[in-house]
T-cell receptor, first 109, second 114 residues
Framework: KQEVTQIPAALSVPEGENLVLNCSFTDSAIYNLQWFRQDPGKGLTSLLLIQSSQREQTSGRLNASLDKSSGRSTLYIAASQPGDSATYLCALGYSTLTFGKGTMLLVSP | DAGVIQSPRHEVTEMGQEVTLRCKPISGHDYLFWYRQTMMRGLELLIYFNNNVPIDDSGMPEDRFSAKMPNASFSTLKIQPSEPRDSAVYFC????????????FGSGTQLSVL
């Protein structure tokens, strides 16, 4: 059974800092990976999708990478802003997605 | 498109009552998923449909839970009878394909069973 771990569970940084969120998984037989953002009391929004043929994906200040051999994915956020404060979840799988429990990010002005 | 629409946003009920959660997926999406989110267990997949047909319901916790998708634009998740341990946020999500496509979530239904 796939297990997805996100460390740290919570992270607090000052505005402007570059940061990396980590996601590790136990089964490397995955087809794709997505990083989601969840604001309090809201649903999840897909930020980046790394498709089966890809190892990396970028959108604006966000960059996600995937290393199946080491069972790790990272989400890099450049020049963090208070508006980036949210919980970030990674999800991956061969067919349906298995979710990590997320990293709660707080960016202080 | 308005996105995935769920109703109600909040549901408070008493133990033993029947609860019905509703979902309208994004038009044209062939896959619909029901998830449950709790602090302890995170997000768990309960069931998913492809073209209105249930494909995998292995995540449904017990027989008290049932889900239907009578047509491409509507799905329900029913709990009968409800128990306090069912209290959670229930999300509906949809996507074009099972893999290599973004998953779009609704805003969720916050269920409290007293």
């Amino acid at each position: 059974k796939q297990e997805v771990t996100q460390i740290p569970a919570a992270l607090s940084v000052p505005e402007g800092e570059n940061l990396v969120l980590n996601c590790s998984f136990t089964d490397s037989a995955i087809y794709n990976l997505q990083w989601f953002r969840q604001d309090p009391g809201k649903g999840l929004t897909s930020l980046l999708l790394i498709q089966s043929s890809q190892r990396e994906q970028t959108s604006g200040r966000l960059n996600a990478s995937l290393d199946k051999s080491s069972g790790r994915s990272t989400l890099y956020i450049a020049a963090s802003q208070p508006g980036d404060s949210a919980t970030y979840l990674c999800a991956l799988g061969y067919s349906t997605l298995t979710f990590g429990k997320g990293t709660m990010l707080l960016v202080s002005p | 498109d308005a996105g995935v629409i769920q109703s109600p946003r909040h549901e408070v009920t008493e133990m033993g009552q029947e609860v019905t959660l509703r979902c309208k997926p994004i038009s044209g999406h062939d896959y619909l998923f029901w998830y449950r989110q709790t602090m302890m267990r995170g997000l768990e997949l309960l069931i998913y449909f492809n073209n209105n047909v249930p494909i995998d319901d292995s995540g449904m916790p017990e027989d008290r839970f049932s889900a239907k998708m009578p047509n491409a634009s509507f799905s329900t998740l029913k709990i009968q009878p409800s128990e306090p341990r069912d209290s959670a946020v229930y999300f509906c999500a949809s996507s074009l394909r099972l893999v290599d496509e973004k998953l779009f979530f609704g805003s969720g239904t916050q269920l409290s069973v007293l």
